[in-house]
């Protein structure tokens, strides 16, 4: 590379950085920084976790830091939330966050500028596995479509554990990978590491176990290099993975866990857990759990697969969603696929078309056609466990009845962004050496490609959650297929306190879809009403309180103007459509001044 070009990934780390923080100045909070922030500046601040176990604490932590020095007035440690709630996590987020004298938008702000690190290290991450694999076209393509996803982008200004996820199952296959070309007691302590970092991200994390397992079982296979002893040095292989395991469950999720429940009374991790637990559908795990929450050296344990089964449990249990006109309790096998489709710019599935081709071509002229996949494995062991990843989560996502966003394929993104990077890369080189009249012609394509891909990140700005490409009408239009954290996550609270402000309407109703405090931004210039409040127009013209003015999330209005099919009901809200709306205010929350 030279040396100028040696400059570029980093420009581009700070130029997409730089978008990210200045999109998220007028956001309100998303609907689970709440109790997350709150779940966080206990943590620290107490070394108590009774908030929050459904997810690791790390991401949690790295957001409370900036709070630590802030000067908060925590007077919510004296109240029932903290002190007799059970879990009473979203009510003492937003009483620490709005109702106890501190600046909600400032605890936002800094709160979410450490989670951007996750973001910056997994774009590290991509561009050096890129190159590694692909040379520095591969690298800085990688890096290029990473950078600019708007669906990307969007999640890594959230305290939420979904980019923390993508870099944690990101990080811990590249460094198992690492570990299993150069099997080193230095590389196993790495690798051992990040797999408990990436168990301390999002409970999602804990697939990695049969999956590295599965890993290593075939590169001991695919990679033996004794004649009669494959069998004996894939379970060689296999065991040196759960050393790794064991690593990163004794070495890092153990003692972090301590820490966090070193001054959880003992008492009361007992009362918190039996209660979480009570509802647990496997009582046999639900006993050993509730069992091991008082015990002095493994209730650290206790409290973290205490999480794990909390979020088995809601898993099954899944959640009322808008999907294609309708609300129901599952998207079914179609959600995630369409959701992925719709919610990617149309230059990415270009980007993705070209890949495929090659990849195709290439894969035509291997001989063999018997071991053509052996071959294909062994050839390409990366790029194989790439596509593992991606099938394997796919296929536990499109099986999961918790449909509630595209959020929840974000670690496959690193995976299939490397994977179509890789084959264009291969593509170019190809053409450089056997077809140079087309490499022109074909670096023009690519390069328009990705003109068209970062145009659509900044079209968007500063609305990233709220992207939709082209054939679903864009950011405008996506609202009539999905809602929920596809959309709409009470981002936007903010901005409409700012339109009420310019427009200078003393007081609206409001349907708000979110857990930022309306009074913080509002003051007393709103009224709370549901889709129950009115039955009709003319009942809205003749009690309404506010000269005309409603505000509904759109998550709301499209559940309250679609059919339930598991819950059947009366359309509340469906007497709104025959008006249309004075504002949409960043694509989420619809505004309406009916005054006849």
């Keep these: 590379m030279h040396k100028l070009q040696k400059f570029f990934p980093v420009i581009l780390i700070v130029f997409a950085v730089f978008f990210a923080v200045m999109s998220m100045v007028n956001d309100s909070q998303i609907v689970d920084e709440i109790p997350h922030v709150g779940a966080g500046y206990s943590y620290l601040v107490k070394r108590d976790m009774r908030f929050n176990p459904e997810h690791p604490p790390l991401a949690k932590d790295l957001a409370a830091l900036p709070l630590l020095f802030m000067n908060l007035k925590d007077t919510v440690f004296s109240t029932a939330h903290w002190e007799q709630g059970l879990n009473d996590q979203w009510e003492f987020g937003r009483k620490l966050i709005y109702n106890s004298g501190n600046d909600g938008d400032a605890i936002k702000f800094f709160s979410r500028l450490p989670m951007l690190l996750f973001y910056i290290l997994a774009a590290i991450i991509i561009f050096k596995w890129g190159t590694e694999l692909y040379g520095d076209t591969g690298g800085m393509l990688a890096l290029i479509i990473f950078l600019f996803s708007p669906t990307v982008m969007a999640h890594s200004r959230f305290v939420t554990t979904d980019i923390p996820a993508l870099f944690g199952t990101l990080a811990s296959i590249y460094t198992f990978l690492h570990y299993l070309q150069k099997p080193t007691r230095k590389g196993m302590i790495i690798a051992g590491a990040v797999f408990g970092l990436a168990l301390l991200m999002k409970f999602s994390t804990f697939l990695l176990i049969p999956f590295l397992a599965v890993v290593a079982l075939a590169y001991g296979l695919f990679y033996n290099h004794h004649k009669h002893g494959r069998y004996k040095n894939s379970l060689k292989t296999l065991g040196n993975a759960f050393i790794i395991f064991v690593i990163g469950f004794l070495g890092v999720v153990w003692p972090v866990y301590g820490f966090h429940i070193w001054h959880y009374p003992v008492e009361r991790q007992l009362a918190d857990t039996t209660a979480l637990m009570s509802s647990q559908g496997n009582r046999l795990l639900a006993d050993v759990v509730v069992w091991m929450a008082d015990k002095p050296f493994i209730r650290a344990l206790g409290q973290y697969f205490l999480g794990f089964l909390m979020v088995l449990q809601r898993s099954a249990g899944g959640n009322t969603i808008y999907f294609l006109g309708e609300v129901k ?268």
Excluded: C
């Design 329 to 596: 309790n599952s998207g079914g096998p179609l959600y995630f696929p369409l959701v992925y489709f719709i919610k990617e710019p149309l230059a990415w599935w270009g980007l993705v078309f070209v890949a495929l081709s090659g990849a195709a071509y290439r894969i035509s002229r291997v001989k063999q056609s018997v071991k053509k996949i052996a071959v294909l494995i062994h050839d390409h062991f990366p790029e194989s466990v790439m596509i593992a990843w991606i099938a394997f989560y796919w296929f536990i996502s499109i099986r999961s009845t918790l449909n509630i966003g595209v959020r929840h394929l974000l670690p496959t993104y690193p995976f299939v962004i490397l994977l179509v990077a890789g084959q264009i890369a291969l593509i170019a080189d190809w053409l450089r050496k056997h077809e140079k009249g087309f490499i022109k012609a074909f670096s023009l394509i690519i390069a328009a490609l990705l003109g068209w891909y970062a145009y659509e990140n900044i079209r968007v700005f500063p609305y990233y959650l709220t992207y939709f490409n082209q054939t679903v009408g864009g950011p405008s239009g996506g609202h009539e297929y999905v809602a929920d954290s596809n959309l709409d996550w009470g981002q936007d609270l903010k901005r409409l306190s700012q339109f009420v402000e310019r427009k200078g309407i003393p007081k609206i109703e409001l349907d708000y879809f979110g857990w930022a405090d309306p009074r913080f931004y509002l003051g007393d210039r709103y009224i709370w009403v549901t889709a129950t409040s009115y039955s009709n127009s003319h009942d809205f013209l003749k009690r309404n309180r506010t000269d005309g003015w409603i505000a509904v999330s759109a998550t709301f209005f499209q559940q309250a103007t679609s059919s339930n099919v598991d819950h059947p009901g009366p359309l509340q809200y469906l007497w709104l459509k025959g008006y249309k709306p004075e504002a949409v205010i960043g694509n989420s929350i619809f505004v309406w001044h009916i005054t006849r």
